[in-house]
């Protein structure tokens, strides 16, 4: 199976805006090859913005771009264009209401050796909490082009979140993709797996797994964490009667809280979560790191062995 | 010097501190030291400076204006009602319920002439710089005006915006600081000290006027020679004095977020008639 970065779907999402959109402009923390970020930079110089390793400078700056008619696209590792800069983010995009687009690189665990306070596994949290936000979290390189696409026409600010591993290219140019409408990848009716970003991928392997065991598990790729797809996981929990939410993500505040928002208030059934259990990662690399904190397929399946004990 | 012009200011900044203690008295809460050193900072502003069409906030030949230290924006509010951005009845609804007269100004309120939600430190200079450089990349003679306090500038954004405006040689954007010498826990240099302002300014690459800020034929001057900076960014250092106009709050720290009750505003009214 082919394998590519979603940062490097980024890259390829802001050259493609550069051209259709003459009011996309890109900023960047120094970090524009890591980013690929480089790749707007090298066709279209004039709207590339260096701001230096400064990133609150660099999402109130996009404040007044945004303010003087521009979409601005501001990119570096999630940790500090979400984390570093949440007063910013907060005053400036989303109480601001303003058209800011932010794109957080190296998120999750599969950061790999730069470790912990390179893993972004906070910034779903602190994202979705802001009013006006919207969380999209794409589970490809070619999903993470279409999300950046999109998010140029959403009014108001947009977290985009991606990784730096090259991970599995699991849709295809004409998979559809819309904000906040969740992807059925496979029917089931024992129970949903919800996952995002590259979990999606090992969701589906679960399913493989499952399926062989005799269980029949749907797999529904959430790559809008905010709004979420409330009717996906309404008819999920109604038709199957058991979730597991996996994500590469601490689990307090991330999708499976998302998800389980949904189910408490709205049908409850049992519901497992894989993801990252209060705690930092290490250095390593990112398939040893997966391994380790318990974010594989086979963790998926254990949880899903869980959640049909629990299914009434 | 339009002789004329500085008197009409005058006559308009007078009325700001009238308006400002006139809404605070009613608010029952609020911030008056930093608004009232900052109304002659403001009269010039949207008075004289500033291009803007208050019947059409967002004309897309405007200069901007961001208030950096959002707390004084009963200063602000009072000037936008009094160049006609809304009526001036509404400037009595300031901290109240379902007003759009936030304690700190509110973008997403849709008050017409805010540019941006503030009240959070630090963050306008870099607005205005971002506001400067799509000015620039669209070849439009728009300029960037941010008003920050002198209590504000320990904040580290404020220097990195400071050396974004100069990296990118932002000519059109123009800084105030509003140095009246005081913040909410005393006196600036007691609580950290941000001196040299003049020298700091300098030696991050800006054109650096100094002027005394209740002074509107300087304030105009120091406009004026902004204009004419090429190649940097232009900061006016304002020396003024907290609570200016009214004899009671002048200089007191004490006076920086709270507001005159019945009597003190009477008094204070009593003043700015006069």
């Known amino acids: ?312 | 010097m339009d002789r004329k012009l500085i008197e009409q200011l005058e006559v308009k900044a007078k009325q700001l501190r009238f308006d400002i203690i006139e809404m605070l008295g009613e608010a029952g809460s609020g911030h008056p030291g930093g608004s009232l050193s900052s109304a002659d900072i403001f009269a010039a502003l949207y008075f004289s400076v500033l291009k803007h069409d208050p019947k059409n906030p967002g004309w897309e030949e405007r200069d901007v204006f961001i208030l950096s230290k959002g707390h004084v924006c009963p200063g602000l509010y009072a000037v936008l009602a009094e160049s006609g951005y809304f009526p001036k009845d509404e400037l009595m609804t300031l901290r109240k319920l379902g007003s759009r007269l936030d304690g700190h100004p509110s973008k997403l309120k849709g008050l017409p002439g805010i540019e941006v939600s503030s009240g959070s430190l630090g963050m306008g200079l870099s607005v205005a710089n971002g506001a400067a450089l799509a000015f620039k990349l669209n070849k439009a003679g728009r300029r960037a005006y941010c008003l920050m306090g002198d209590g504000e500038l320990q904040e580290g954004q404020i220097w990195e915006a400071a050396m974004t405006a100069a990296h990118y040689k932002l000519d059109n954007v123009c800084g105030i600081v509003d140095n009246n010498n005081l913040q909410i826990d005393g006196e600036c240099e007691k609580v950290m000290n941000v001196k040299p302002l003049a020298e700091k300014w300098k030696a991050f690459g800006w054109n650096v006027i100094d002027i005394d800020g209740h002074k509107l034929e300087e304030i105009l001057e120091a406009f004026n020679k902004a204009k004419e900076s090429k190649g940097k960014p232009s900061v006016i250092i304002a020396r003024t004095i907290k609570g200016k106009g009214v004899s009671f709050m002048e200089d007191q720290a004490g006076w920086h977020g709270k507001a005159p009750d019945k009597e003190q505003t009477e008094q204070a009214l009593k003043e700015l008639e006069n």
């Open chain 1, 1 to 312: 199976m082919e394998k590519k970065a979603t940062r490097d779907g980024y890259g390829e999402g802001l050259v493609e805006l550069g051209e259709n959109n003459p009011e996309v402009v890109v900023l960047c923390a120094d970090l524009s090859g890591s980013t690929k970020a480089s790749m707007f930079m090298k066709k279209f110089p004039d709207r590339y913005f260096s701001m230096g390793v400064a990133e609150a400078d660099m999402i109130s700056t996009a404040a007044g771009f945004a303010l003087a008619g521009k979409i601005p696209f501001v990119s570096s590792f999630s940790v500090f264009v979400m984390g570093r800069t949440w007063d910013q983010v907060r005053v400036n995009a989303s109480y601001s209401g303003l058209d800011i687009k932010i794109g957080g690189s190296h998120s999750g665990i599969s950061v790999g050796p730069d470790g912990p306070t390179h893993q972004a596994l906070e910034d779903i949290a602190i994202s979705r909490v802001l009013p006006n936000m919207k969380v999209i979290v794409p589970c490809d390189a070619i999903e993470t082009r279409k999300a950046t696409i999109a998010s140029a026409g959403i009014q108001g600010p947009v977290y985009t979140r991606f990784g730096r591993a090259a991970v599995p290219v699991i849709t295809e140019d004409d998979t559809p993709f819309t904000v906040g409408k969740a992807n059925l990848l496979r029917e089931g009716s024992d129970l949903t797996i919800i996952a995002c970003g590259l979990m999606v991928y090992e969701a589906l392997t679960a399913c493989d797994i499952l399926k062989k065991k005799g269980i029949s598990a749907r797999v529904i790729n959430m790559h809008t964490i905010k709004p979420l797809d409330i009717a996906a996981v309404v008819n999920a929990a109604e038709e199957t009667g058991a979730i597991v939410t996996v994500e590469e993500h601490q689990l307090f505040g991330g999708l499976g809280s998302a998800v389980s928002e949904v189910i408490v208030q709205n049908c409850p059934v049992p519901v497992e979560m894989v993801g990252m259990k209060d705690c930092f990662g290490e250095s390593g690399e990112a398939e040893e790191l997966l391994e380790k904190y318990h974010l594989k397929d086979r963790d998926i399946v254990e949880a899903a062995r869980k959640v049909l004990k629990r299914k009434k």
